[in-house]
């Protein structure tokens, strides 16, 4: 009876010991907390990074090459549903011109009620005709070519607006975020089909992918070179 009690009593600390115990997959918690550049890590991935995307760098000795590649991998990395959720290799908007009119109008719908008002007046019935005519006079002085192929197709100047970040404001190739100037250098953004919770995730995920696209430069014989970063390819190396 004595020997079942005293069981019966180490219980009790071991229940204690095994109810504070958890397993962490994120690899980041395992390092010092006390340290800044950890702590730095842990808040960017929490409020800034997208835990599932993963970023492949494409570079080439030639930009036709370096563009033909990265639209042909993207389209390779798509047909894998079973891998990738969606694949971007440049600006939505430049792959599918439709949308931009909805991100355009979002963004108009967001501005301070007399910025919009400014809109909405001078696309008034009665101020339609002056908004044309200061449309053509720009083009006639313009020795822009940018703005010259802007105001042909948006004369009211609709995907100009006030105060937005430049980038997302001109919806123009020489704003895209996924080339380098000389075009010989790009990005494809890849999210995963399905959550990556764990280092063990991040890094068969990642496995995953790396072979498809190695498969697919083999074969196309594509004389690029791809790269791998983001938070799957940084838990994988740091695990």
């Not at 229940?15 to 690899?27: K, P």
């Not at 063990?200 to 995953?208: E, G, I, Q, S």
């Amino acid at each position: 009876m004595n020997r079942r009690v005293l069981w019966l009593l180490l219980l009790v600390p071991l229940g204690l010991g095994l109810w504070r115990l958890r397993f962490d997959v994120d690899v980041l918690n395992l390092l010092p907390s006390e340290l800044p550049a950890v702590r730095g890590l842990q808040l960017y991935q929490k409020h800034f990074a997208n835990a599932d995307e993963l970023i492949i760098t494409l570079e080439s000795a030639e930009a036709g090459l370096a563009e033909s590649s990265a639209r042909a991998l993207t389209e390779r990395l798509r047909g894998a549903t079973n891998l990738v959720s969606s694949a971007l290799w440049q600006a939505p908007w430049m792959e599918h011109p439709e949308q931009s009119a909805e991100l355009a109008a979002a963004m108009w719908l967001s501005q301070p009620p007399e910025v919009f008002g400014e809109m909405t007046n001078r696309l008034a019935a009665t101020n339609l005709a002056a908004t044309l005519a200061a449309t053509r006079e720009r083009l006639a002085v313009s020795f822009s070519p940018a703005e010259v192929a802007r105001l042909s197709f948006d004369p009211f100047g609709l995907t100009q607006v006030p105060g937005a970040d430049a980038h997302a404001a001109g919806f123009g190739p020489e704003q895209d975020f996924f080339t380098s100037p000389d075009g010989t250098f790009r990005m494809i953004f890849v999210k995963a089909a399905s959550p990556l919770p764990g280092y063990r995730d991040c890094a068969t995920w990642l496995a995953a992918v790396r072979e498809l696209a190695e498969t697919w430069r083999k074969s196309a014989g594509a004389q690029v070179t791809l790269g791998y970063t983001g938070r799957p390819a940084f838990v994988t190396e740091i695990s």
